[in-house]
């Protein structure tokens, strides 16, 4: 899941991208955890414009032992101004039980405060995840956006993100072959 797109800025062919001066990108640490917290719960209730079921203040306990997760597998990486975390991603080396060609790595959320979007950081926290999971022996990293965020489908799409599944949905309520009346 992923804001309004975390920052405008256009890919770099080296995926070298280099966050505001005043900015760094670093693992963060468990005592990071209700910052990261409080920040996905803007992040989910941002969503909610763009259709996402996902409750904020109601997942603010299972999301804050998530990252607590992340700081601990080193999965989660923030950006700091000034001491303050601004924004964050999380990601992971998909595993699952079915055999495939790639070793996939996921992108699960990238957030950067309203504030401060437009510098290059969101753009940073995403290179630094892919970076990290290339290492990890990743082959291709995948991620989801919302549909009807347009804004983050295409800061994705010019950090070289392409469509490659498709989740479909339907409330049954509105089906009118389900409905007998």
Do not use: C
């Amino acid at each position: 899941m992923v804001a309004d797109a975390p920052d405008d800025l256009g890919p770099d062919p080296d995926r070298n991208f280099t966050p505001p001066g005043d900015v760094t990108i670093s693992s963060a640490g468990t005592d990071d955890a209700d910052r990261l917290a409080d920040l996905w719960v803007d992040l989910a209730a941002d969503q909610r414009r763009h259709s996402s079921h996902l409750e904020a203040e109601a997942n603010r306990e299972v999301i804050h032992e998530t990252m607590l997760r992340h700081a601990v597998t080193d999965t989660v990486f923030s950006a700091r101004r000034g001491g303050t975390v601004v924004g964050f991603v999380t990601f992971g080396v998909e595993s699952g039980r079915y055999e495939q060609d790639v070793t996939r790595g996921t992108i699960h959320n990238v957030y950067v405060e309203p504030s401060d979007r437009g510098e290059g950081i969101g753009s940073a926290l995403l290179a630094a995840a892919e970076r990290e999971l290339v290492s990890l022996g990743v082959g291709v990293v995948t991620l989801e956006a919302m549909a009807r965020n347009d804004a983050a489908r295409s800061f994705y799409a010019r950090h070289g993100y392409t469509p490659h599944r498709i989740e479909l949905e339907k409330p049954i309520n509105d089906d009118p072959l389900s409905n007998d009346g």
